[in-house]
């Protein structure tokens, strides 16, 4: 059973409450779409979903599917419960802003996923002192034995989905990635589909 479905437009952020055990699903509708994800817990903002955290905890680059997902106070906050995509995550890459358009050549305004995630909670009456680096899924980004890293194409296809379990009541927050300079939105910036569950 579907508690609520909602469409996250292209290149737009979206903060949404989640009580412990609920999950939500978060759908590649057209394939290829980076989403950037952060959560917040409900009763102290302060207290973040947090990657280099994560990576210490579940000693992995990616997480896979029965991780937790740790926080700034090292407790998991979420759990990655299905991943129904090819599996390619990042948790390297810090959030687009201003700046990164700029370096990339871009004039004037872009729309950027470090604004996306404080509009999302200013919404919400929440003004974060900082954007953490978020979860980035289905972004392609690959590392080499040398060092290097490489942004590739999402290969995440239509329908492609993740599912996360709320490990005690959060904020989630999702920025659907508005990158068109660099190739890994496959095909451009597209919608995403959200989907609340409830608890088992």
């Not at 200013?122 to 953490?132: D, M, T």
């Amino acid at each position: 059973m579907v508690v609520s479905k909602t469409v996250l437009s292209a290149g737009e952020g979206i903060a949404m409450p989640l009580r412990a055990a609920e999950s939500l699903r978060i759908i590649n509708l057209e394939g290829g779409q980076v989403v950037d994800l952060w959560a917040l817990a409900s009763d102290d903002a302060r207290e973040h979903l947090s990657m280099e955290h994560t990576r210490v905890a579940i000693s992995r680059l990616i997480p896979r599917v029965g991780d937790g997902l740790y926080s700034s106070r090292r407790r998991p906050l979420l759990r990655l419960l299905e991943d129904a995509s090819p599996g390619v995550h990042d948790t390297l890459m810090a959030a687009c802003d201003s700046e990164r358009y700029r370096l990339l050549g871009a004039t004037g305004y872009h729309a950027n996923c470090a604004d996306n995630f404080r509009g999302a909670l200013a919404a919400r009456g929440v003004q974060p002192n900082r954007v953490p680096a978020p979860l980035n899924l289905f972004m392609n980004v690959a590392w080499h034995e040398d060092g290097t890293l490489d942004f590739l194409a999402s290969p995440a296809g239509s329908g492609d989905y993740v599912t996360v379990a709320a490990e005690t009541h959060v904020t989630v927050v999702l920025s659907a990635c508005p990158m068109d300079l660099n190739p890994i939105n496959t095909g451009g910036p597209s919608d995403i589909g959200l989907e609340v569950l409830p608890a088992p």
